[in-house]
């Protein structure tokens, strides 16, 4: 009976290891298009301003749009003016990707947006495009951008209650 107890214990022990994997290490996610109506930098941890002005840099929309978060001292700060390229930033309200998704929808109706590509780290990619995707009727596509390996021991544990959270609890826009 420990024995298989154990065989159990371990069978569970490496589905979720893999689950954790497949789902937040390495998404699968589809390739990035030539163009889309615009980028959005979700906030949060990791590199994300470096992936996002490669992108402008690319040409790959008219449009990028920045989610900030409020500084100490009230300031926001928001990515550099790019030459043909507008500029936007906001700082969603409630500050979590719920409220990125919100504003996204109503900023994506008033502009006529029909694609965007988001940028996160790859522990938020699925759970992101989940969000935004319920509110923007759009094709959503994910870029992702590096993040420093001691976030992943926090980043893991928590993307895998939100992610619960966004697939049981909070299923609507």
């Known amino acids: ?47 994300r301003d470096a992936a996002t002005m490669a992108l402008v840099h690319q040409g790959r929309a008219p449009v990028v749009v920045q989610s900030t978060t409020q500084l100490e001292d009230g300031k926001h700060t928001c990515l550099p003016a790019t030459p043909d390229v507008e500029v936007l930033c906001f700082n969603p309200k409630p500050g979590t990707t719920r409220g990125e998704a919100h504003y996204i929808a109503a900023t994506a109706a008033q502009r006529h947006w029909k694609s965007i590509i988001i940028v996160t780290t790859p522990d938020h990619a699925l759970r992101a495009r989940l969000r935004i995707g319920r509110c923007f009727p759009g094709t959503v596509y994910v870029a992702e951008s590096p993040l420093p390996w001691l976030y992943w021991f926090r980043q893991i544990p928590y993307q895998w209650a939100a992610s619960v959270k966004a697939l049981a609890f909070q299923t609507a826009c």
């Open 1 to 47: 009976m420990r024995r298989k107890l154990a065989v159990v214990a371990v069978l569970a022990v490496v589905l979720f290891g893999v689950a954790t994997v497949r789902i937040f290490v390495a998404p699968d996610l589809p390739p990035l298009p030539a163009h889309v109506d615009a980028i959005i930098e979700l906030a949060g941890p990791g590199i």
